[in-house]
């Protein structure tokens, strides 16, 4: 019997229903004023999401595509940057950067801790020539549930007056914790359409600032699929360059609706407030957060793994008996945490269930906890007047 | 925001996204090999959900149309059938047959009460000329969340040895509990789409033993829409007499498979289970069921209103908070009890979280409960081994 599932992974995510039918319906002329009209809204839609008044531009792919687009965009070949890495996503970025011949400077922040303003501002005052054209850092990283304090960072990188563009993965923060592309001065923002934006994957976004185009002006290294300048001039005719993922966008369009409907600073306040849960019932149930106190993501969760529980059994007991699928460590964290996704469609009653499920696998896999300590905890979290 | 719903009132019921999927394809011509071939697939499956090898059909209705069918059907003004009467339901039953001018005797039973096989036994006996045409009895009194034991009630009718019929009205057991049509001698089973089929209202369902036929063929009541007989023509051609719901048929037959898939016997199994879980976690709560003990059904849980407690602030808790969405008293109870569906496609983490959000609705409604009592009741259930 086909159960209803709890989609816990750290994106993609749970997709609501209204959602899942804008995607079901028939698929219409991408050349036609109907699409023309679509990408308008979507595009509108995404500025506002990222408060942004930058270009923003869109691609078939994944948000991996669009931190690649950045590199090949902005830079030639032996550029310098330097890269904030403190998990797979943000050295993803540096590798990526190296990968077409960029000179990286990593930042390497213990996994699991947030990169803090003054470990950019040091490389950055480092720096006397200002070779470095960029830093590229996350705004939430995934792996490891940490939130960087982005507009703390943002402002003394301005402070530092090196000319160093800033570039950002929102890719799993964009619509789940405040984002303010332009107030804070992001000049390239990167982000996907499966995590926040509660749709499946497809669909890369990136806003390119002015400061940003004078650099792609400048940039020498060869591209086609990425190329902004070429995407640009189609999408202000609201057109793609090639193929777009076009029901994805109906779905963009819908979900764009229904973060707006809801309001996108109370999307922000709902995710802070299941976060709030999953950690209150975490650390009741004697759990220990992996992400820096002070620095935990909105988004997703980091637990270490008890001692003695198996991952593997633990993700295998929540997944074949209460159907709630989370995910695992990577790379050098596998077998260390597991991480629980909650960010898009997510409200109390699932994360009640969620955490439930989590203290009854945990529980089966060998671990001591009191049954009903999550139901405790939530039940007076989600009871207090709100 | 779009909010995941846990629709539990006593049915309709939550629909697997498989089931919403078949409803949404494009409607075909209902007298083409297409349509006949899904006709045919729904009414196999139908039979086995049903255990019979009787004929069944299906009208475009709701369950209360098939009760009346059964009598405009079955019978002729001035017939005298017995009726147990103990819920909205069981006396509708009892209402269409006085509207239609039979003579009914009543069974009255409290409502929360099991009919017994004595009180019908015992009726029967009386009727020493053998006047009683039939004897109609609910199998699940949706009303008070009771379930009668229809084997054993059976076993004892037919021990009497009066020919009076049986027509069962199991719209709210079908596909949740035992029912055996067949083996237990039912001449009229009456059900529904909406309830353990998993689908939107829209279909009612009936078996018509070779017994109930022979009446059949004497009844004089005057009828169009509801008769037998050539709606039974048209569906030996696997076709209806009338525009037929054709795409519920699409979810027919999927929800149909969904079963099949599971095993009838499992989905028995699991309703017991969750109809369990229901009943431990509300009694850990300190909550009286209404129910008569060992009578508890398994698709509909009657729960009665702690003194204090107003049902329409604890339902708009539970709806407009917790996005679950329960059943109030009907008729005399009122404002006494309140009821929870747990029918057709529930799981045990999504009986976990509605039961944690009546927990927490009662304790905001002014119920004194301690907060993670209905986790710890689940938990304990759900972590032993099955």
């Not at 074949?320 to 629980?340: A, E, M, P």
Request: hydrophobic share 40%; charged share 25%.
């Amino acid at each position: 019997m086909e159960r209803r599932k709890y989609l816990q992974i750290p994106g993609p995510t749970n997709i609501p229903s209204s959602v899942l039918n804008s995607l079901s319906k028939p698929t219409i002329n991408h050349r036609g004023k109907e699409f023309e009209k679509l990408v308008a809204e979507c595009v509108a839609g995404l500025k506002d999401v990222l408060k942004t008044k930058n270009d923003v531009l869109m691609f078939p792919s994944s948000g991996s595509g669009i931190l690649e687009s950045a590199i090949v965009n902005l830079f030639s070949p032996g550029d310098k940057v330097a890269a904030v890495c403190h998990g797979v996503f943000s050295e993803r970025m540096a590798d990526i950067a190296e990968s077409h011949g960029l000179e990286v400077t990593r930042i390497n922040v213990e996994w699991g801790k947030a990169v803090k303003p003054e470990d950019i501002v040091k490389v950055l005052e480092k720096d006397e020539n200002k070779g470095l054209k960029a830093v590229c850092l996350p705004h939430n990283e995934t792996t490891s549930g940490i939130t960087n304090k982005l507009e703390d960072i943002m402002k003394a990188i301005k402070e530092t007056g090196h000319p160093a563009l800033t570039i950002v993965d929102s890719v799993s923060g964009l619509a789940c914790m405040p984002l303010k592309t332009d107030e804070w001065g992001i000049d390239i923002l990167v982000g996907g359409s499966q995590k926040g934006l509660m749709l499946p994957p497809g669909i890369g976004i990136v806003s390119i600032s002015k400061k940003a185009w004078e650099l792609v002006d400048k940039a020498t290294m060869a591209k086609w699929y990425w190329d902004y300048k070429p995407m640009k001039e189609r999408m202000e005719i609201n057109q793609f360059r090639y193929t777009p993922p076009t029901n994805l966008l109906f779905g963009l369009k819908e979900s764009l609706e229904l973060i707006k409907e809801e309001g996108l600073e109370n999307v922000w306040d709902r995710h802070k407030y299941i976060g709030d849960a999953v950690r209150i019932s975490a650390k009741a149930m004697g759990l220990k957060l992996f992400a820096e106190e002070g620095y935990e993501s909105n988004s997703v969760t980091a637990i270490e793994l008890p001692e003695g529980v198996d991952y593997k059994k633990l993700a295998s007991i929540l997944e074949d008996k209460y159907n709630v699928i989370i995910g695992g460590g990577l790379r050098k964290l596998s077998g260390k945490i597991f991480r629980i996704g909650h960010l898009g469609s997510i409200f109390n009653t699932d994360i009640y269930a969620v955490m439930g499920a989590v203290e009854m696998a945990l529980y089966e896999a060998g671990y001591k906890v009191e049954l009903g300590t999550a139901g405790k905890a939530l039940g007076e979290l989600f009871t207090k007047n709100n």
